[in-house]
């Protein structure tokens, strides 16, 4: 079946321009988290949705990111007013979401980078 | 807060060495183990996972890791490396309550030569 897909794989962007950031999730997959990868900070926890609802937004990283999950499926993050330390890749994961442990499964990235 | 920690930022072997990737973690409590790996050019994949029971867990392609409580480490192994096993292998950990987020240690990149 279909993985976790992410669009655009690719993004660049000017300082001060908004994106957004597309993740499609596992099919029946209720869990969603996006992270972000950077040089020398390895993988950082952003936010996770439970169904439409975000519990834990704990890892956003300032007021310009905002996320959010419609029909229990694809999510958008967003970024108003990039800064070049935007610059990463954004990582999304799904997981079945209906018990504790359950494998997170990664889509392949966007790579975001802010001139 | 739970932190993970992994010790070699850069391992090179030969092929047919042994493996061996330090992993510890720091949380009192409970925690699920996981060891990801990230290919060349790929996502990331689970390699293996631990939650309870047998301290040993076997993996895919030939990884096993395991569960020392007292030391709060998850090392993982493989006995005889190849090529193909040149990657960047990340360890991770969550708490068993609810869908909690997984946090990464900053990877270790494996290098194997022939």
């Known amino acids: 079946g279909a993985g976790v897909s992410q669009s655009p794989s690719n993004k660049v962007t000017e300082k001060g321009k908004d994106v957004e950031l597309r993740c499609d999730p596992i099919?029946?997959?209720?869990?969603l988290y996006w992270y972000r990868q950077s040089l020398g900070q390895g993988l950082e926890f952003l936010i996770y949705?439970?169904?439409?609802?975000?519990?834990?937004k704990s890892g956003l990283p300032s007021d310009r990111f905002s996320a959010e999950r419609t029909g229990g499926s694809v999510s958008t993050l967003t970024i108003q007013r990039t800064q070049q330390e935007d610059s990463a890749v954004y990582l999304c994961?799904?997981?079945?979401?209906?018990?504790?442990?359950?494998?997170?499964?990664f889509g392949p990235g966007t790579r975001l980078t802010v001139l | 807060a739970q932190s993970v920690s992994q010790h070699n930022h850069h391992v090179i072997l030969s092929e047919a060495a042994s493996l061996e990737l330090g992993c510890n973690y720091s949380?009192?409590?409970?925690?699920?183990l996981f060891w990801y790996v990230q290919y060349p050019g790929q996502h990331l994949q689970l390699l293996l996972k631990?939650?309870?029971?047998?301290?040993l867990v076997k993996g895919i392609k030939g990884f096993e890791a395991v569960f020392i409580k007292s030391k709060f480490s998850f090392n993982l192994r493989k006995p005889s490396v190849q090529w193909s096993d040149t990657a960047e292998y990340f360890c991770?950990?969550?708490?068993?309550?609810?869908?909690?987020?997984?946090?990464f240690g900053k990877g270790t990149r494996l290098s194997v030569i022939a």
């Open positions: 991770a950990v969550n708490i068993p309550s609810g869908n909690t987020p997984l946090v």
């Open positions: 099919s029946g997959h209720t869990a």
């Open positions: 949705f439970q169904g439409n609802s975000a519990p834990d």
């Open positions: 994961a799904s997981s079945l979401g209906d018990r504790t442990g359950h494998e997170q499964f």
């Open positions: 949380y009192g409590g409970t925690v699920n």
């Open positions: 631990y939650f309870s029971g047998d301290p």
